[in-house]
């Protein structure tokens, strides 16, 4: 949730103050002391080896021909390597083999985390209806998506020795590789961001 305008403890109505180097909504009723931090919430990433090749998939509600990895939210109570192996359990019927982590990336557009595994599955692929339908890749012919998720993938093919090639989905033209390493000097700009922004 981006923006509360109510309070979900009280019902008071928010103000929209500084607190803590951002402007955040913050409930100013005595006692009450809610604050919508609005921190990324993590998602779990696989990426799931089966029978030597690479499995993507299609979202049922996402235009055709564009495939990704197997995600998903945790539970409560829950580690993140069984979360990832109970959600490609839930979606492919697929059963985790091991998960070992890839990395941790940003998914800003949607205020996320993502947390990648590289899962090896086995089993037989039964869709749920949330997936629309599935491919299995040949890793060295993957072709890897400019996000997140995408730069999981490549830093996986990279620590095997497999070529890492990037497109364009809106294109399908490839492009150089978009990964960057962290400019530290941006960390400046962040803490000033709950200055400027409002
Ligand atoms: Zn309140």
Sequence with gaps: MHNYRFCPQCGS??????????????CLRDGCGFVHWDNPLPVLAAVVEYEGKLLLARNAVWPEKMF????????RDETPELGVARELKEETNLDTVSASLI?????????ELIIAYHVQATGNIQLSEELAEYKLVAPEKMR?????????VADFLERRGMPVRFYDRATGDDIPDPRR??????????LQYGIYQK
């Design 144 to 152: 890897i998506w400019n996000a997140g998720t995408g730069f999981a």
């Design 103 to 111: 990395g941790v990336y940003d998914f800003m557009r949607k205020n």
């Design 181 to 190: 390493p962290t400019d530290f000097s941006l960390l400046g700009a962040s």
């Design 13 to 26: 109505e928010l103000e929209h103050l500084p607190m803590s180097g951002r402007y955040r909504h913050v």
């Design 68 to 75: 990704a990895l197997v995600t998903g939210f945790m539970e």
